[in-house]
């Protein structure tokens, strides 16, 4: 008999929180109490604790390394030029019509 699987719902939690947990993390309770108490993954307080110990934010963006945010940049130049060139083609198409 096949067993279902159970998704969890992906959770949003707020800076107060994360801020919480990274600085218990840090005064030296447990990971695994931390876990238990607050219903979290250990993944999320290595995460948090590496975010905030590096930058001081949780957010991504902040969190990112220089090749990182061109890499993006880099991406969304390419999605734009990739459009200007569809929009030349179709004008193309059209002034070849007349």
């Known amino acids: 008999m096949a067993e279902k699987t159970i998704k969890r719902k992906k959770s949003t939690y707020t800076e107060e929180f994360k801020k919480q947990i990274v600085e218990l993390y840090q005064s030296g309770k447990k990971k695994y109490d931390i876990i238990r108490e607050y219903d979290i993954s250990g993944s999320l307080i290595h995460n948090w604790n590496k975010q905030f110990s590096q930058t001081g934010s949780f957010k991504a963006h902040d969190n ?16 734009q030029l990739e459009m200007e060139v569809d929009t030349l083609k179709q004008a193309a198409l059209i002034m070849g019509r007349k």
């Open 64 to 79: 990112r390394s220089e090749v990182e945010n061109e890499l993006i940049e880099l991406k969304k130049r390419n999605k």
